[in-house]
């Protein structure tokens, strides 16, 4: 396989796309003038002189012309098995202007000069999203030192933020790009009651803050056996249940008397955190498995008035109908790992088909590096073999993580307006034997399949 992460885009893939139209004189793919005049006979470099040295304001005018010409770029990709996700499938094109989906449909013209990439048949969908992983802070096989997924020396960190520590560079990227991924929400840990601040990012770039969609786009929690265990150990509250909801409930109460205060409020970084959940401006992401721990979180969030999302919710389907009537999305997995603690006694491939069943919005997620990210959509798949409806398994991978993340009107569904973050499949991805062929994000090819 070649990728390119997390090296810049090198553009597209010879053979694959046509020129529709030549450029005209001075359009990005023309040669510059200037240069036309010095570059000589082939295989000689022109001389330099000093009269032809660019100074700073020539660089930064070409700068920006290569930056509006790149939002100038048009691509159209035709003869395509398009899924949507929201709305039916078709045969056609969609066609990709300034990183944006600006057209879509069986008969959609197509502009000149575009470039062309004739599908062939092939399906074209979103880019799948997993909205809980710990991609860049947790690589695989390390462990120790080089693990930055958890600040376990207070029981409360709600201020830590995943964005951090999150390493561009981690190798899971480029498998997330090979498994169709343009999206993922990275955690903390589940060491802490309060482990810290989320960060939803592409799985394509260099340097984060080029990668972020949203920071903070959640904070992160945890009820059950890891919080306890960690402090226990230490002879430290929580060593409980009992304990671990003290935590949380006393930080909140603490929040609450902090926003009490008259302004100017001393500055403190994990009441200004918490203090974005009371407001509902970022969900409160509730790592539980059992049902026990799924009622805890509902009573915590109906005691502070917070937005609630439930994290992994191995027998959240005990509680399907109080989670549906409530809205309330579960974020079930991973499904493929083993039962190695007595909370994950009810992990089941059929679980994701019961919530479904009794109305509760699901997402699929793989916990990465618990289940390689890679896995994401034979999860799916697996999922539907054992009851889920696939169009509800297609679901739980784009548009549902897109809502849970507060991002449904860029990412999780082809539609007018949306970035173009896109994958090319050699046919449908739920068939374990198909492929992504060509990753897209933000109309920016960023990952080519190759035999060789």
Not at 49 to 78: C, H, M, Y
Not at 174 to 196: C, E, F, Q, Y
Not at 327 to 334: A, D, E, S, T
Request: charged share 20%.
């Amino acid at each position: 396989m070649s990728s390119t992460q997390p090296t810049p885009n090198p553009g597209f893939v010879p053979g694959r796309v046509t020129r529709r139209a030549a450029a005209p004189a001075g359009k990005p793919g023309s040669l510059p003038a200037a240069k036309a005049q010095t570059a000589g006979k082939a295989g000689k470099k022109p001389v330099p002189t000093a009269a032809g040295k660019p100074d700073a304001a020539s660089i930064s005018a070409a700068i920006r012309e290569a930056a509006a010409a790149a939002k100038r770029r048009v691509l159209a990709i035709t003869n395509a098995h398009v899924v949507p996700v929201e709305g039916g499938p078709f045969n056609g094109t969609v066609l990709i202007e300034g990183g944006k989906i600006a057209a879509l449909g069986a008969a959609v013209p197509i502009p000149d000069g575009a470039d062309v990439l004739d599908a062939k048949g092939q399906w074209l969908l979103p880019g799948f999203i997993d909205a809980h992983v710990h991609l860049g802070m947790h690589p695989e096989g390390e462990l120790g030192s080089t693990s930055d997924v958890n600040e376990m020396t207070d029981p409360l960190m709600a201020a830590v933020r995943a964005i951090d520590a999150v390493d561009p560079f981690d190798p899971g990227f480029s498998d997330a790009l090979a498994g169709g991924i343009t999206a993922v929400n990275v955690n903390p840990g589940s060491g802490n009651p309060i482990g810290g601040l989320a960060v939803a990012m592409h799985t394509h770039g260099r340097y984060v803050e080029e990668m972020v969609l949203r920071s903070p786009s959640g904070l992160k929690s945890a009820l059950g056996e890891n919080p306890k265990t960690v402090y226990g150990e230490k002879n430290k509250t929580p060593s409980t249940r009992l304990g671990t909801a003290l935590v949380i409930r006393q930080a909140f109460m603490a929040a609450q008397n902090w926003l009490a205060l008259p302004e100017p409020r001393p500055r403190d970084a994990h009441m200004e955190a918490l203090a974005m959940v009371l407001r509902r401006e970022i969900p409160w992401r509730q790592h539980c498995h059992r049902a026990d721990d799924i009622g805890t979180a509902l009573r915590l969030a109906d005691e502070f008035g917070y937005e609630l999302v439930i994290d992994h919710g191995t027998e959240a389907h005990l509680l399907a109908d109080v989670l549906a009537q409530r809205g309330i999305p579960v974020l079930i997995g991973p499904l493929f790992t083993t039962k190695s603690k007595p909370e994950l006694r009810g992990r089941s491939l059929a679980n994701p088909g019961k919530l479904d069943a009794a109305g509760v919005e699901i997402s699929i997620i793989t916990d990465h590096p618990v289940v390689p990210i890679g896995f994401l959509v034979h999860q799916a798949t697996l999922a539907v073999k054992e009851g889920l409806d696939r169009d509800a398994a297609l679901r739980a991978i784009t548009i549902n993580p897109a809502k849970v993340l507060g991002l449904a009107g860029k990412i999780g569904s082809l539609k007018v307006g949306k970035d173009a973050d896109l994958v090319l499949w050699s046919g449908d991805p739920l068939d374990v034997m198909q492929r992504a062929l060509q990753v897209f994000i933000g109309g920016k090819q960023v990952y080519n399949h190759s035999e060789h």
